[in-house]
């Protein structure tokens, strides 16, 4: 069974950092592309930044590039996402997510963690 565990989430104030871990079991984690997604309150759960199986590539979207990090460690079977510079906007819940290598979709899914930036 394959389980995707968030953790790192919090309230922070604004220009503030966290850093997201995600932990993943019950995958082969090194063939896996893995994901960060976020949704807002009343919006749809957008994109933030991916990394692809090997760590050789990275993705963001535009409203976090410069910002945020995405990194990964195989041996740890986790994902890290640095997030810097934090603002209201980034307030959301944060989902990984993980795809297999050659995939278009990412089929596993995280719970979640929550992450407030207040002013």
């Known amino acids: 069974q394959v389980q995707l565990v968030e953790s790192g989430g919090g309230l922070v104030q604004v220009g503030g950092s966290l850093r997201l871990s995600c932990a993943a079991s019950?995958?082969?984690?090194?063939?896996?592309?893995m994901g960060w997604f976020r949704q807002a309150p009343g919006k749809e759960r957008v994109f933030v930044s991916a990394?692809?199986?090997?760590?050789?590539?990275?993705y963001y979207a535009d409203s976090v590039k410069g910002r945020f990090t995405i990194s990964r460690d195989n041996g740890k079977n986790t994902v890290y996402l640095q997030m810097n510079s934090l603002n209201r906007e980034d307030t959301a819940v944060y989902y990984c997510?993980?795809?297999?290598?050659?995939?278009?979709?990412?089929?596993?899914w995280g719970q979640g963690t929550q992450v407030t930036v207040s002013s």
């Open positions: 019950g995958l082969t984690f090194s063939m896996n592309d």
């Open positions: 997510a993980a795809r297999l290598r050659g995939l278009v979709e990412f089929g596993y």
């Open positions: 990394i692809n199986w090997s760590g050789g590539s990275t």
